[in-house]
Nanobody
Framework: QVQLQESGPGLVKPSQTLSVTCTVS??????????WSWIRQPPGKPLEWIGN???????TYSPSLKSRTSIARDTSKNHFTLQLSSVTPEDTAVYYC??????????WGQGTQVTVSS
């Protein structure tokens, strides 16, 4: 059973870079056909897809966040990381990591709250 666990800073100051890590257990992030995604949910708003890193290491980002987003992986630690630069209070959200297989998000982490505030 694949499990995902997010870890993040909790609180980030405006203009700084947010960094959240997703550690995967029970399966490899290099397994064929899996897409490892970041999704967030700001308070009172719907889920927003941020981007993903494919089993090959190729990344894709939301056009609205692309200029500030970087997703990377460490295959030796079986984890992948989201970095979002120049954050503002609008980036306050619960950040989730997920695994997508085909069209389906089959596994989710429990989410980590990140608040942007001075």
């Amino acid at each position: 059973q694949v499990q995902l666990q997010e870890s993040g800073p909790g609180l980030v100051k405006p203009s700084q870079t947010l960094s959240v890590t997703c550690t995967v257990s029970g399966g490899s992030i290099t397994t064929d056909s899996y897409y490892w995604s970041w999704i967030r949910q700001p308070p009172g708003k719907p889920l927003e897809w941020i981007g993903n890193i494919v089993y090959t290491g190729i990344t894709t980002y939301s056009p609205s966040l692309k200029s500030r987003t970087s997703i990377a992986r460490d295959t030796s630690k079986n984890h992948f990381t989201l970095q979002l630069s120049s954050v503002t209070p609008e980036d306050t959200a619960v950040y989730y990591c997920t695994r997508r297989v085909g069209r389906f998000y089959t596994n989710w982490g429990q989410g980590t709250q990140v608040t942007v505030s001075s």
